[in-house]
């Protein structure tokens, strides 16, 4: 009898002890506080419209499919609005130049664009005509075969 008193009574010092160090962590150690908002994120967002642009589709191969006319518009921070408006040339020529080489013919006859292909190299197009960090989503509000 003393040996299961005896077990009995060092399995409840190990749940004290392992309790209370636990308890003791969390009150030196304290809740995770959450991470301060970025200065970006407190200004309220525009959408600035890129009118359309006119984009080939290309097949995996290469080959020319057609081409397809997109409607965008760019959320950017408001006032970067005037700013990104004033470049937005700079925006199309940068698509240009990478829409030739990047496939985005979907469907089995190819006529069909990848959205979200486009999408991506609207984003990849951004920081050269604007900086980094300035285009924060692309909404492709529109897609019309040409």
């Keep these: 009898m003393k040996k299961i008193l005896f077990l009995l009574g060092?399995?409840?010092a190990g749940l004290g002890l392992g309790g209370g160090a636990a308890y003791a962590t969390v009150l030196l150690m304290g809740p995770q506080k959450?991470?301060?908002?970025?200065?970006?994120?407190?200004?309220e967002p525009a959408f600035v419209?890129?009118?359309?642009?006119?984009?080939?589709?290309?097949?995996?191969?290469?080959?020319?499919?057609?081409?397809?006319q997109?409607?965008?518009?760019?959320?950017?921070?408001?006032?970067?609005?005037a700013f990104v408006t004033a470049r937005?040339?700079?925006?199309?020529?940068?698509?240009?130049?990478?829409?030739y080489r990047t496939p985005m013919a979907a469907g089995p006859d190819?006529?069909?664009?990848?959205?979200?292909?486009?999408?991506?190299?609207?984003?990849?197009?951004?920081?050269?005509?604007?900086?980094?960090?300035?285009i924060r989503k692309v909404a492709v509000t529109q897609a019309n075969p040409a």
């Excluded at 959450?34 to 200004?43: L, R």
């Excluded at 419209?49 to 397809?68: I, N």
């Excluded at 937005?88 to 829409?99: D, G, K, S, V, Y």
Aim: avoid cysteine.
């Design 10 to 12: 060092i399995l409840l």
């Design 34 to 43: 959450p991470k301060a908002a970025h200065a970006a994120d407190d200004v």
């Design 49 to 68: 419209d890129a009118g359309k642009v006119l984009a080939p589709l290309v097949f995996a191969d290469g080959r020319l499919s057609g081409y397809v």
């Design 70 to 81: 997109f409607a965008i518009q760019l959320e950017v921070p408001e006032d970067k609005a």
């Design 88 to 99: 937005m040339p700079l925006l199309l020529h940068a698509i240009n130049m990478r829409t």
């Design 110 to 134: 190819g006529l069909i664009p990848d959205l979200e292909t486009f999408r991506k190299v609207v984003m990849a197009a951004g920081p050269e005509a604007f900086g980094a960090g300035v």
